[in-house]
């Protein structure tokens, strides 16, 4: 059974940090690995979307790198900046039946970036 | 983009709720979540070409419907308290790993 875990749950650091939010899954069996961004109560804006054949995808300051055989993605954001607070989700489309149509999530990390 | 009513929706236990999501235009697969507080979504189901294609681990009283022109609805019927949580859809061109993109999501409180 396909898990994701997202550590750290929470992260607060000062304006202008490089930072690094990870996260794991249990199958290497994935058609893709993505990364979201959610506001307070709000739905989710995707942010990149790495192929399994891909190992890493670049968007402004956010870099993202996937290593499959490992399970493990990291979400780079660099010079963070107070409007980078928000909740960080990962989820992979996992390959099988049993898992048609269905993004598999971890649990987020909560980013705090103060002026 | 992909729109959701109502925003927000206060019921009680042992009621029934219909959501609705307008998927973005040219779309034909749409993928419902349920987002309890602090957790990340957990997948109800996805409907494609008005079939459902995929189902999650929801028990029966969560069924849907999708129709042609591009709008779907979530159903949830025996209301429970903890059915109250952020409920997602996200529409997609095909019913295989393509980017999801998500409505702003409804907001169900169950008293």
């Known amino acids: 059974k396909q898990e994701v875990t997202q550590i750290p749950a929470a992260l607060s650091v000062p304006e202008g940090e490089n930072l690094v939010l990870n996260c794991s899954f249990t199958?290497?069996?994935?058609?893709?690995l993505q990364w979201f961004r959610q506001d307070p109560g709000k739905g989710l804006t995707s942010l990149l979307l790495?192929?399994?054949?891909?190992r890493e995808q670049t968007s402004g300051r956010l870099n993202a790198s996937l290593d499959k055989s490992s399970g493990r993605s990291t979400l780079y954001i660099a010079a963070s900046q107070p409007g980078d607070s928000a909740t960080y989700l990962c989820a992979v489309y996992a390959i099988g039946s049993s898992n048609t149509g269905k993004l598999i999530f971890g649990q987020g990390t909560t980013l705090q970036v103060k002026p | 983009g992909v729109t959701q009513s109502p925003t927000h929706l206060i019921k009680t236990r042992g009621q029934q709720v219909t959501l609705r999501c307008s998927s973005q235009s040219g779309h034909n697969t749409v993928s419902w979540y349920q987002q309890a507080l602090g957790q990340g979504p957990q997948f109800i189901f996805q409907y494609y070409r008005e079939e459902e294609n995929g189902r999650g681990n929801f028990p029966p009283r969560f069924s849907g419907l999708q129709f042609p022109n591009d709008s779907s609805e979530l159903n949830v019927n025996a209301l429970e308290l903890d059915d109250s949580a952020l409920y997602l859809c996200a529409s997609s061109i095909a019913g295989g790993p393509d980017t999801q993109y998500f409505g702003p999501g409804t907001r169900l409180t169950v008293l």
């Open positions: 790495i192929q399994s054949s891909q």
């Open positions: 199958d290497s069996a994935i058609y893709n």
